[in-house]
């Protein structure tokens, strides 16, 4: 469940960045997708997973830094603009996979990124099987999700970029800029997606084909509007899809009629969720908004 539900975790929290900031980031598909692939490709190339999480990094925020340059400087629709980048990113990819790995995979012997052993909580019922050994970015996920919501309810930081999603005017009157927070809050958000998509590639599954995010950014914009744009709440939604991603992935071996059922259930419950709860969620009151200065 833990595994299933960190790309979503990643991608969520860097969906809530961005739209508390006041910017709708339709992007995080795209945006996992680079991070993936770039961060598969540094790992093998260089030889050191370190680097492949940093590659990973720098795509999804140049990815990040276009979608937000659309957004925020030439106001362009922002929905249009995230599926651009959700195509661009699937294009990239998928050429740079094929020139470079001919589209036949990677290899399998690409550093991937260790597991966290905690060897005093071995003996511990229950608790041990669970997290004595978890991936690093698992680990790495919970800590985003803390530091997330310290930043945006603890920090001036987060109080200016609220208060840009909020009312960009009347920030701006008090000396925040409006452009620099969105600009910051996107590529972030991009940053922490791309991060998601690099343990997918070379922590999870340690390969890389083509289209592998399949649909879990827009799973992820689903846990940011279930969550109600609140880090804590929104990684309690991402560990409910990670259970409902697991279950897909073991009840098939009992029926070949459930397994098409058991896949699809993931991306059934996205949409039962966010119709179910979208009523009551209060989104920042100048999300999708484009401001322009005066």
Not at 40 to 59: E, M, Q, R
Not at 99 to 112: L, M, S, W
Not at 206 to 217: C, D, K, L, P
């Amino acid at each position: 469940m833990l595994r299933y539900a960190t790309p979503l975790v990643f991608a969520a929290m860097g969906g809530i960045f961005s739209e508390r900031s006041g910017v709708v980031n339709i992007g995080l598909e795209g945006m996992l997708l680079s991070g993936a692939f770039f961060g598969i490709l540094a790992a093998d190339k260089l030889n050191s997973w370190p680097l492949g999480l940093l590659s990973a990094g720098v795509a999804g925020g140049l990815f990040a830094l276009v979608h937000a340059f659309f957004a925020i400087h030439l106001r362009a629709d922002q929905i249009v603009g995230g599926f651009a980048i959700n195509f661009l990113a699937l294009g990239v990819t998928g050429y740079l996979f094929i020139d470079i790995y001919g589209g036949k995979g990677t290899p399998p012997d690409i550093p991937e990124i260790p597991d966290v052993h905690l060897s005093f909580l071995r003996d511990w019922y229950f608790i041990g099987p669970i997290f004595g050994q978890l991936n690093l970015m698992i680990w790495v996920a919970a800590a985003t999700v803390v530091l997330s919501w310290l930043v945006l309810f603890k920090t001036p930081i987060g109080l200016r970029l609220r208060a840009v999603g909020e009312h960009p005017r009347a920030a701006e009157t008090v000396g925040i800029s409006v452009y620099a927070t969105r600009y910051a809050a996107v590529v972030l958000s991009g940053v922490l997606s791309a991060l998601g998509g690099a343990y997918l590639s070379i922590g999870f599954v340690n390969s890389f084909n083509q289209n592998m995010t399949a649909g879990r950014g827009f799973i992820a914009l689903a846990v940011v509007i279930c969550g109600n744009w609140r880090p804590f709440s929104a990684a309690a939604i991402a560990l409910q899809f990670g259970l409902s991603s697991a279950l897909a992935q073991r009840l098939p071996a009992y029926s070949d009629s459930a397994a098409v059922l058991f896949q699809a259930l993931p991306y059934v419950l996205t949409l039962v969720a966010v119709a179910g709860v979208i009523g009551r969620s209060i989104p920042p009151a100048a999300v999708g908004r484009p401001y322009q200065k005066q």
